[in-house]
C-alpha cells in the first residue's frame, strides 16, 4: 500500500484525542484508534461498576458552551455506560468520526530528518507521512497482565478489567478468582459478588477505600454548575485539580482529638472521594498527620468488617492514604460480610502460576470457572513503548527511556521532535482532572503547532538540558509529598522490574500550566526550532 499525506496523526480517540481533532479541524488530520469506538478508558473499563470518582459535572468538556448546557448527567459520579455515551455525543456533535481509523492502533512511527515528517504505519498497513503526531494515547491504557506461567492450561475465561467484553459476563452459579484490589477491583468486586456462587480475591496490598457518595443528580446542582460553568472551570484550573473538595488551611496538629474525628466524619460522609486527603493542610506532606487519617479509616474498616482475621488484611499498613491512589467503592468493605467472599493475601503467599483448574500460589492450588485480573496497567509510559518509535538517528523511544522516561514539561522528548504527548510522563495526570488538564494540554500544543506554522518553522524539538531540568523539578516536587512512600503506578513500582522514579508532576495544575506557559513566552526555552 503506497503512503498518504496528512498534516498531523493523532493516536487514540480517547477524551484528549478527540478534543485534538476538534481543536486542529483547521489541519488535515488522521487519528489512529485501537478499539471500534471512541471514549479511550471509558471504552475499554467497561468491568461491572465502572464509575468516575470525579463528579461528572466537572468531569466533562468545557471547550463549548452549548454542549455543557444542554448535556445532562443522570448521576452525580457517571458509570462508565454514561462515560462512553457522552464520549460518542461529542463525537458526532462535532463531526469527528469520520476522521478516527477504528480498530487500526498505531504499530510503528519513523522520523525522517531530511524532511522532518514522521511515517506512521498502522496494523492495517496504512502509512501516512505527516509533520506532527499528537500521543494522545493515555496513562492508564496499556493493561498490566503478570507474566504468570500456565495462563493458556486455564480450562475456564480469563478476564482483565481494562478489557472488559462488550457481551453482558454473568458469574452466575461460577466460583470466581479475583485478582487485584485497587480502584477496578473495588469497583468491580461487590457487583460479581451477587452474581457468583463464590468469589475469592486475592490481594497483595490492601487500598484504602472511601464510600461513594454517587446518587442521582438533583436539578438545583445541576442548575448551579450551568448558571456559573465558566467561572467553575475556571476555578478547576485554578484548584489542585478537582473543585469540589474543601482544602483545608489548618493542619491535622491544630485541632484537639475530638475536633479531628468530627472534620474526618464529615470528609468520610463527604461528596468527594478526595476530602479524606484535605481534611487537613498537610495530610500529604506530614506523616503523623496522614497517620491520624489512617488511624480513622483502619477504625472505619474494623467497625465495618465483621471478621477480625480479614479485617486486619485490609487495613493498609505500608504507605501512607494518598500514596496509592485512592479508590472510591460502593460497599466494597460490607462485602467481606458475605458468605461467598474470601480474601486470600498474596503479599505472604504470592501467585505464581495458573493452573488448569486455576491457580496457585505459594500455599495452595485454587479451582476457580473464571479468573478476573483487575492488575492494572504498564502506566503513563506503557502506551508508548509499545509502539515501535524510531526518532532522530534511528534512536528508539523504548531505549531511551529504559532507565525511566524522560521528558520536557511532560509534552516532548529529545531526539523525537514534532511529537507532542498529551498526559504524557511527568505531566499532573491523574492528580488533577484528566478531561480539563487534557483539553489544556491540547490547547497549549495546538497553539505550538499553529505558531509553527505561522513562522515557517518545520520542526520543534525539547533539549537534554530542558529534559534534566524538568526532571529536577519533578524530584522537588515529589520530594515534598508523601506520595514518595508508596509502591504505585505513579512510580512504576506496580510492576516488577520497571525503572524509574515518579512519574507524575505532583506540583500541582496551576504551577504545571504556568511553567508551560512561562517556557513558550520566553521564546521557547528549553526547545529549539528550526
Ligand atoms: P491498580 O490501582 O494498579 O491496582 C492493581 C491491583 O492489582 C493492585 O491491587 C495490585 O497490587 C494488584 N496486582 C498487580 N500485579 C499483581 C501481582 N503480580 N500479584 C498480585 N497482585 C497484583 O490498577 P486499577 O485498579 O486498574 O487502577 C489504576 C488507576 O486507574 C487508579 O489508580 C485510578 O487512577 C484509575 N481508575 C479510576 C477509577 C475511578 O475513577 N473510579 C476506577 C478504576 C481505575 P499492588 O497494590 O500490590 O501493586
Not at 503478570?146 to 481494562?162: Q, V
Not at 532522530?392 to 520536557?408: C, D, I, V
Amino acid at each position: 500500500m503506497g503512503s498518504e499525506n496528512a498534516d498531523i496523526v493523532i493516536i487514540g480517540a480517547g477524551f484528549s484525542g478527540l478534543y485534538a481533532m476538534h481543536r486542529l479541524r483547521n489541519y488535515k488530520v488522521v487519528c489512529f484508534e485501537a478499539g471500534d469506538g471512541v471514549g479511550g478508558t471509558w471504552y475499554w473499563n467497561r468491568y461491572p461498576g465502572a464509575r468516575v470518582d470525579i463528579e461528572s459535572m466537572e468531569y466533562s468538556y468545557g471547550f463549548d458552551e452549548a454542549l455543557q448546557q444542554e448535556w445532562n448527567w443522570p448521576e452525580y459520579f457517571s458509570a462508565q455506560p454514561d462515560l462512553e455515551r457522552y464520549a460518542n455525543h461529542v463525537a458526532d456533535r462535532f463531526g469527528l468520526r469520520e476522521q478516527v481509523r477504528f480498530s487500526n492502533p498505531v504499530r510503528r512511527l519513523a522520523f525522517d530528518e531530511a524532511s522532518n515528517l514522521w511515517h506512521v504505519h498502522s496494523e492495517q498497513g496504512d502509512h501516512v507521512v505527516c509533520r506532527h503526531v499528537i500521543a494522545a494515547t493515555g496513562s492508564l491504557s496499556a493493561p498490566n497482565l503478570p507474566p504468570w506461567p500456565g495462563r493458556e492450561t486455564f480450562t475456564g475465561e480469563i478476564y482483565h478489567t481494562a478489557r472488559w467484553p462488550k457481551e453482558n459476563v454473568d458469574f452466575s452459579g461460577q466460583r470466581v478468582g479475583f485478582i487485584g484490589t485497587g480502584s477496578s477491583g473495588i469497583q468491580a468486586t461487590p457487583i460479581i459478588a451477587e452474581q457468583a456462587d463464590q468469589l475469592c480475591i486475592f490481594q497483595r496490598t490492601p487500598a484504602f477505600c472511601m464510600p461513594s457518595g454517587n446518587r442521582p443528580l438533583d436539578e438545583s446542582h445541576e442548575h448551579d454548575w450551568k448558571t456559573n460553568y465558566a467561572e467553575r472551570r475556571e476555578q478547576m484550573l485554578n484548584s489542585y485539580g478537582v473543585s469540589l473538595v474543601d482544602y483545608s488551611r489548618f493542619s491535622a496538629h491544630d485541632c484537639t482529638p475530638e475536633e479531628r474525628e468530627q472534620i474526618l466524619e464529615k470528609a468520610w460522609h463527604s461528596r468527594s472521594a478526595f476530602q479524606l486527603l484535605f481534611a487537613f493542610s498537610d495530610v500529604m506532606t506530614d506523616k503523623q498527620a496522614n497517620d491520624m487519617v489512617c488511624d480513622f479509616v483502619h477504625r472505619k474498616i474494623r467497625a465495618i468488617v465483621h471478621d477480625p482475621e480479614t479485617a486486619e488484611l485490609l487495613c493498609p499498613t505500608s504507605y501512607p492514604i494518598g500514596g496509592k491512589r485512592l479508590c472510591m467503592g460502593n460497599g466494597y468493605y460490607e462485602m467481606y460480610n458475605r458468605e461467598n467472599v474470601e480474601l486470600v493475601d498474596v503479599r505472604s503467599s504470592p501467585i505464581v502460576e495458573l493452573t488448569a483448574k486455576g491457580l496457585r500460589t505459594t500455599d495452595q492450588e485454587y479451582e476457580f470457572d473464571a479468573i478476573v485480573m483487575a492488575t492494572g496497567f504498564d502506566a503513563v509510559t506503557g502506551a508508548m513503548t509499545r509502539i515501535d518509535i524510531q526518532g532522530r538517528a534511528g534512536n528508539t523511544l523504548l531505549e531511551k527511556w529504559k532507565n525511566g522516561p524522560t521528558t520536557h514539561l511532560g509534552s516532548m522528548v529529545a531526539g523525537f521532535p514534532n511529537l507532542f504527548m498529551i498526559h504524557g510522563p511527568a505531566t499532573p495526570g491523574a492528580q488533577a482532572q484528566m478531561i480539563t488538564s487534557g483539553e489544556w494540554q491540547v490547547n497549549w500544543t495546538a497553539d505550538i503547532i499553529e505558531d509553527m506554522q505561522r513562522k515557517a518553522f518545520s520542526r520543534i524539538e525539547a533539549t537534554v538540558d530542558a529534559e534534566q531540568a524538568w526532571a529536577q523539578e519533578v524530584d522537588a516536587c515529589a520530594s515534598q509529598s508523601l506520595l514518595r512512600l508508596a509502591d504505585s503506578w505513579y512510580n512504576g513500582k506496580n510492576i516488577e522490574g520497571k525503572k524509574g522514579g515518579f512519574m507524575v508532576y505532583v506540583g500541582g495544575f496551576p504551577r504545571f500550566a504556568q511553567l508551560c506557559e512561562q517556557a513558550i513566552e520566553e521564546d521557547y526555552s528549553g526547545f529549539v526550532l528550526e
